[in-house]
């Protein structure tokens, strides 16, 4: 319900919708911006960089050999306890947020004017150098932008939160690689780049205009080198010693198996069906986009409306189910009608989890290792499902065919769905919660 004290009342909100009122609230709007600044690294490492190199003849292996510059992003974890613990001289005066958030800013756009700068056909190995800076600058402002987002919002807010978050990454990620190709075809790919520096503006602006998160916990001073370790290590220590950790760590670390195994190999699956690239970009990319967006929309409000808890079930159920639409695209073939069911379902059900289940692990963080624990939670929810997929999706599809490949990740997807149910029941995902989920 609107109140006064959640900034509602008395307002222009007041003439909204109740279901779209939480969503423009302060820190929901903010988390939208962040959430486009997070997302611009991503695209120019992913198909702007792969589009250039392309256009520029370098061979295929080498153009796909580039995908190692995401991996850093799936070890972010390693280094975000030192965006938790170390102070930045002089601009650390500004609050510990927000200066590494102004710093890395910086830093990310330097790396993108370097890589802009590069030449794939003289050197391909300073462009090689270039993507994996700016890769390990993007992961590190992703941690900054993740603990001052969720430090930003409060309980009540991290659904909606999450949901402006993934609205903002999508946007931003789309925005920076169609500005990129559009600017490339009349000036240049150096232009291009370069133009694209304007999408760290949104996060530099809101710490500006919100100032350092209310809720953000100072670090400890450091004393010494053993102090230091114990430090790093202490994010870890505190989500271990909680009632229950080890089970929803595993939870974390399978939730997704299904999911990751299904989404990484639709490609293969549409280009086998005989589906053209028109009808790709058309349902996979176009009408795919539109029911994301629908989905992170009624994620929020199903979390505001019935509860975390019930929330994140029924997400998850969602995701489990939607694999099994693509075992039944596989096997009534090349159909458009069945493209976009099985899509647009796909992609409701993942815009819905993607607003619920980072929600969760938002909750999940205590607020003195924001940084370090997301980074670690984020980290954990995708590595099992890329691994699989990248050493044994093919040789399944190969020898069981599409049909039983979508209906065995229905059924791997299951097990994510059983443990949450049980931790429900037990009272553990209550338990396990951080300062961070939890109204002081």
């Known amino acids: 319900m609107p109140t006064a004290e959640n900034g509602i009342e008395g307002d222009w909100r007041n003439y909204l919708p109740e279901s779209v009122r939480p969503y423009v609230e ?113 992961a590190t402002l992703d941690i900054v932008l993740d603990a001052y987002r969720i430090e930003l919002l409060k309980p009540y807010q991290l659904g909606t939160g999450s949901g402006m978050y993934q609205y903002g ?40 205009v919100m100032g350092e998160p209310e809720r953000h916990v100072e670090p400890v001073e450091i004393k010494g080198l053993k102090h230091a370790l114990f430090e790093y290590f202490n994010p870890l220590v505190e ?76 997400s998850l159920i969602l995701m489990a189910v939607s694999n099994f639409s693509f075992a039944a695209l596989a096997l009534v073939g090349h159909t458009n009608l069945g493209m976009a069911a099985a899509i647009g379902f796909e992609n409701f ?21 924001t940084a370090t624990q997301y980074a670690l939670l984020s980290a954990l929810a995708s590595i099992a499902g890329r691994l699989l997929t990248g050493t044994t999706a093919g040789g399944l599809i190969e020898s069981m065919g599409y049909v039983n490949f979508y209906l065995l990740t229905t059924l791997l997807a299951f097990p994510g769905v059983i443990l949450f149910w049980y931790m429900i029941r037990n009272g553990l995902v209550d338990i396990s919660l951080g300062d961070a989920g939890m109204e002081k």
């Not at 820190?27 to 702007?48: E, Q, V």
């Open 26 to 138: 302060a820190a929901p709007l903010a988390a939208f911006f962040i959430g486009m600044t997070s997302g611009f690294p991503y695209a120019l490492l992913g198909a702007t960089l792969t589009t250039r190199l392309a256009q520029d003849g370098i061979s295929k292996s080498a153009v796909t050999a580039f995908a190692l510059a995401f991996l850093v992003y799936n070890f972010k974890f390693l280094w975000a306890p030192l965006v938790d613990n170390i102070k930045l001289p002089i601009i650390g005066k500004v609050g510990q947020r927000r200066s590494w958030l102004w710093s890395i800013s910086v830093l990310v756009i330097l790396a993108v004017v370097f890589l802009g700068l590069t030449d794939p056909v003289s050197s391909l190995i300073t462009v090689a150098i270039a993507a994996v800076v700016l890769g390990t600058l993007g």
């Open 349 to 369: 059900a993942s815009g819905i989890g993607g607003v619920t289940v980072v929600a969760y692990l938002s909750a999940l963080c205590n607020l003195r290792f």
């Open 239 to 314: 989500f271990i010693k909680r009632q229950g950790a080890w089970l929803v760590l595993f939870f974390v670390l399978i939730h997704k198996i299904g999911d990751t195994l299904a989404n990484l190999t639709l490609r293969l699956l549409f280009d086998d069906l005989g589906f053209t690239n028109e009808e790709i970009a058309f349902y996979d990319v176009g009408f795919g986009f539109i029911a994301f967006l629908i989905g992170i929309f009624v994620g929020g409000i199903m979390y505001a409306r019935i509860g975390m808890k019930q929330s994140v079930l029924i």
């Open 169 to 208: 990454w999508r946007i931003g990620a789309a925005s920076t690689g169609a500005l990129a190709l559009i600017v490339a075809s009349d000036f240049g790919w150096t232009a291009a780049y370069i133009s694209c520096v304007i999408f760290a503006l949104p996060a530099i602006f809101v710490g500006i």
